[in-house]
């Protein structure tokens, strides 16, 4: 099992920026990727980022890149989520995944653990 617990989020102003950061416990899974996802009310759960074991590959979801940067450090475990030039659409609850196969996925079934979830609210 893999516990992770998010931390960060709350309410910013547009154009603000906030860090979201994911802590994981449990079993090892050096190999595997760290992603984050979010979910606005009335939504499907969206991707957002994702990063590889080694922290060299990274993917972003199209309404976020250029904006936020995904990082990890595997001695904490952690993964990391800046946020930056934030919008009211970034509007949601982020959830941090992990998957303990090799390699970044998008879809939100290649996932094996889950976070609690952490609400992000951006006014205008």
């Known amino acids: 099992q893999v516990q992770l617990v998010e931390s960060g989020g709350g309410l910013v102003q547009a154009g603000g920026s906030l860090r979201l950061s994911c802590a994981a416990s449990?079993?090892?899974?050096?190999?595997?990727?760290m992603g984050w996802f979010r979910q606005a009310p009335g939504k499907e759960r969206e991707f957002v980022a994702v990063?590889?074991?080694?922290?060299?590959?990274?993917h972003y979801g199209d309404s976020v890149k250029g904006r936020f940067t995904i990082s990890r450090d595997n001695a904490k475990s952690t993964v990391y989520l800046q946020m930056n030039s934030l919008k009211p659409e970034d509007t949601a609850v982020y959830y941090c995944?992990?998957?303990?196969?090799?390699?970044?996925?998008?879809?939100?079934?290649?996932?094996?653990?889950w976070g609690q979830g952490k609400q992000v609210t951006v006014s205008s």
């Open positions: 995944a992990v998957r303990l196969r090799r390699g970044v996925a998008t879809g939100k079934g290649e996932y094996d653990y």
């Open positions: 449990g079993r090892s899974f050096s190999s595997g990727a």
């Open positions: 990063v590889n074991w080694s922290a060299l590959t990274a």
